[in-house]
């Protein structure tokens, strides 16, 4: 089955800090762009951040800019999302998506921003 898994999510302080991973397999992962999306509760799903197939080019929406860090590792399958400086607006479901021709989406990790 093709299907990003996300891990990494969970619990932290306001300030704190968390790394997201979405490991893939399945299809040609260095050909895809791969981007990293959130819905919190009662809100639409919105784009957090992407990056290119070779990692060069990065794009964030404008409430994370500077506090998060999107990256890629061909050789492991795998995309990251380093969250800093972390704050309760910040709670969501994190999702990874792949995109080509075809799209495909994880199943999300849950992150809480709390004290």
């Known amino acids: 089955q093709v299907q990003p898994v996300e891990s990494g999510g969970g619990l932290v302080q306001p300030g704190g800090s968390l790394r997201l991973s979405c490991s893939a397999s399945g299809f040609t992962f260095s050909s895809y762009v791969m981007s990293w999306y959130r819905q919190a509760p009662g809100k639409e799903r919105e784009l957090v951040a992407a990056i290119t197939t070779t990692g060069y080019i990065t794009n964030y929406v404008d409430s994370v800019k500077g506090r998060f860090t999107i990256s890629r590792d061909n050789a492991k399958n795998t995309v990251y999302l380093q969250m800093s400086s972390l704050k309760p607006e910040d709670t969501a479901v994190y999702y990874c998506?792949?995109?080509?021709?075809?799209?495909?989406w994880g199943q999300g990790t849950q992150v809480t921003v709390s004290s």
């Open positions: 998506r792949a995109l080509r021709y075809v799209e495909f």
